[in-house]
């Protein structure tokens, strides 16, 4: 999302094109330019040779860009959604296996109990032709007599209750069984619907792209500038607003870990759903970043948002994750200086990017009960 949007086309083009354009500079602007054009818009668009600004205007390719802006926040949002969703059967599928384990557990302790049963029902049987009275009468022992007497009912009266019990914690478990199946197909069939839906996004998306790999590198390289003009003005007019506060701030230790773990992957690719050791989506980096500082934090961006401490801007410090679009559909790690590292979107790679290039929704601290470190050299 908040990387170039030309990476992957680049690498579509002709190879005298994809020579010519020079690599892509980082940040992305709003995108508000043509983000309702549908992708037919395009197919007929700035073909191969066409001068874009022949008349002075940059209107075809900002369509261009907004599209693709547009697009590539739906798609990570359909992406984030799917994660999201993946986590969650994960987790139901967890669950179903412990809860299966147990039922297991029981049956066992059940056929142990009826051994039990049938032993203490076979010695009452050997004794059954006597009554309680002859059998005293007859023993040498008539007070040893008694108390075995006594004992084996005891214990007959005691296997069965423990039965009933279990029987009944057996139709508990055979319930529970139930009900965490039906609860993994539930997610199961949410995760096809929503593997679906970023499927179709992908198609979509795939469609402009191709449009994208048609243009000449001069042509790329006008819509890299409208695309770092749009991003360095969105990043002025944050910095601008006084909202980070003012002065610099140090990072816990943990935080130091996760900013030094995501600047060893600069560089790795972004892939949908990854989370490592050498691809990444935007909240597999920043989730197995704190994970490696020792400090594991939810999945998914949105996850992230919803579950971790909240920081206000003018409080945030280098580790803190900056939470971007109304969706929380996009996450990124501060590290001070007003600039993130982040894995942007499929076709580009984990980078350095503004922190005001995308609009923010928000911060969260993974570790707000730590202190900041005493020295501190921001990360470039």
């Known amino acids: 999302m908040c990387g170039a949007v030309l990476a992957a086309a680049a690498l579509a083009l002709p190879a005298q094109a994809a020579h010519a354009a020079p690599t892509p500079g980082p940040g992305s602007g709003s995108g508000s330019g043509g983000g309702q054009a549908s992708d037919s818009t395009f197919d007929h668009t700035l073909p191969p040779g066409a001068d874009s600004s022949a008349d002075g205007s940059d209107a075809p390719l900002e369509a261009l860009l907004g599209r693709l802006q547009s697009l590539y926040g739906e798609a990570e949002k359909a992406t984030e959604g799917y994660n999201r969703v993946n986590e969650k059967l994960r987790d139901q599928r967890k669950a179903l296996t412990e809860v299966t384990r147990r039922l297991e557990r029981q049956r066992e302790d059940m056929g142990e109990n009826r051994k039990q049963i049938g032993r203490l029902a076979r010695s009452q049987y050997r004794d059954g032709n006597l009554s309680d009275y002859s059998r005293l009468l007859l023993s040498p022992d008539p007070q040893t007599a008694l108390e075995r007497t006594h004992l084996i009912a005891k214990a007959a009266d005691s296997a069965a209750s423990l039965t009933k019990r279990l029987r009944e914690q057996e139709k508990r478990l055979d319930r529970l069984v139930d009900h965490r199946s039906d609860a993994v197909k539930d997610v ?116 992230q948002w919803e579950r971790l401490p909240r920081v206000p801007l003018n409080q945030l410090r280098p580790g803190d994750l900056v939470i971007y679009f109304p969706g929380a559909t996009h996450v990124g790690m501060y590290i001070g200086n007003g600039m993130i590292v982040q894995a942007p979107r499929p076709g580009d790679r984990v980078k350095v990017s503004p922190v005001g290039s995308m609009p923010v929704l928000g911060a969260v601290r993974p570790d707000p009960e730590a202190e900041s470190v005493k020295n501190w050299s921001p990360k470039r």
């Not at 994208?212 to 360095?232: I, N, P, Y």
């Not at 992957?265 to 989506?281: K, T």
């Open 188 to 303: 199961e069939k949410l995760a096809r619907e929503q593997k679906s839906a970023r499927d179709k996004v992908k198609e979509r998306l795939d469609r402009v792209e191709k449009v994208v790999g048609s243009l000449t590198g001069a042509q790329l390289e006008e819509l890299r500038q409208l695309e770092e003009r749009g991003a360095s003005a969105s990043q002025a007019e944050f910095l601008h607003s006084g909202i980070l506060g003012t002065g610099s701030r140090r990072p816990s230790e943990a935080g130091q870990r996760a900013i030094a773990y995501a600047f060893r992957h600069l560089g790795d690719p972004y892939v949908w759903g990854a989370e490592g050791p050498r691809a990444f989506d935007c909240s597999g980096l920043t989730s197995q970043a704190w994970a490696h500082a020792g400090r594991p934090v939810p999945r998914t961006s949105q996850e």
